[in-house]
């Protein structure tokens, strides 16, 4: 297991972090679909992980309506996991009441969030608090001071924010640059074989601008496990749930070039699907949940897969996403700036 500073800042992370979305989820609704591990289980995968080298574990106040967070708390008290050696992120953002003010990235609601989540945890602070959603509507000046209020206090010890834009995360660094706010240290993002569009804008800012990558669903919601046509999903979580969504003769052209690599090296697809997205030097963490411990102990073992580069060059081939302007301009104008900058080496 590597360990990478998460964005512009002094923090180590695992490139593989525990995810849990399958922690508390009931039979009924959304929830039930992904998950509904209790707390026994999820024990045995927070040990799983963490005897696997994981130090990074996820969660977010909307997963189950709070009972991740809980399960997430306890699992860590359960197994005597010493709280300077875990780093605990969780997001905030979603709805948690019937109300107009229990939901987005205002300080009202920020505020109060961050206070409760903590309580399900049992902690006194989390490492990485993640706004979990773009809020249209509040002034991310609003958002980012009341972020900066809740690391002042000491609940918050970096911040981040998932599912927003290049532009919505420069303009973020802009302004807390200004008033000296904390800055953004990650965004946690969709990112696999299968959905690449990251690759337009998100991940060129990422990197300029020294922003960490947290890669949430990094099979594709289980499609990337090889177990599933685009076609004919099966009886697994995709039928009842097909989220993220895969163009179906991408997705399938992704798996026949899978197959033979992991062949190649006698691992599972899903274990070199992972094995891809740590070989970008974009990411910084993979997100992996897992409903059993052989699942998880399959996906840890995705950080010692060296894959050449025709394989990677493979891979990239068949999942490459069609290029648009600006990005094909871009590439045919600065071929003479790249040539040169090749000379050099």
């Known amino acids: 297991m590597r360990y990478n500073n998460l964005g512009r800042t002094g923090l180590f992370v695992s490139e593989i972090c525990l995810g849990t979305m399958t922690f508390g989820g009931s039979s009924a609704g959304m929830w ?15 040990r799983t992980a963490v005897e696997g080298g994981v130090n990074f574990i996820d969660t977010a106040d909307v997963y189950a309506d709070g009972t991740s967070e809980e399960i997430t708390g306890q699992a860590i008290r359960n197994l005597g996991l010493k709280r300077d050696e875990i780093i605990v992120a969780t997001k905030g953002f979603g709805a948690t009441g019937q109300g107009p003010n229990a939901r987005g990235a205002s300080r009202y609601h920020l505020i109060d969030a961050c206070k409760a989540s903590l309580k399900r945890l049992q902690l006194d602070h989390v490492d990485l608090y993640q706004i979990h959603g773009f809020d249209p509507v509040t002034p991310i000046e ?3 001071r009341a972020l900066d209020t809740l690391v002042q206090h000491g609940h918050v010890r970096y911040i981040g924010v998932s599912n927003w834009a290049a532009w919505q995360i420069t303009k973020a660094l802009g302004i807390a640059e200004r008033l000296g706010l904390h800055r953004l240290a990650s965004l946690q993002a969709y990112y696999t074989l299968v959905g690449r569009e990251l690759e337009r804008e998100i991940t060129p800012m990422l990197m300029s601008e020294e922003v960490g990558l947290m890669v949430w669903s990094p099979l594709a919601g289980g499609f990337l496990s ?29 798996i026949a070039a899978l197959r033979p690599i992991a062949e190649a090296h006698g691992v599972s697809v899903a274990r070199i699907a992972l094995a891809w997205l740590l070989h970008q030097r974009s990411v910084t963490s993979v997100i992996v949940g897992a409903k059993r411990p052989d699942q998880l102990t399959d996906n840890l073992a995705a950080t010692e897969i060296d894959l050449t580069s025709d394989e990677l060059a493979a891979l990239d081939k068949v999942s490459a996403i069609p290029q648009e302007y600006p990005g094909w301009m871009f590439e045919r104008q600065g071929q003479l700036q790249r040539d040169l900058l090749a000379q050099r080496r």
Do not use: C, H, M, W
């Open 32 to 46: 039930g679909k992904i998950g509904q591990l209790g707390q026994d289980d999820a024990d045995t995968l927070v």
């Open 226 to 254: 090889g177990k599933y046509s685009a076609n004919e999903p099966g009886e697994g979580r995709r039928a009842a749930f097909a989220f993220p969504p895969v163009e179906p003769s991408r997705g399938d052209s992704v």
């Open 142 to 144: 609003e958002t980012l």
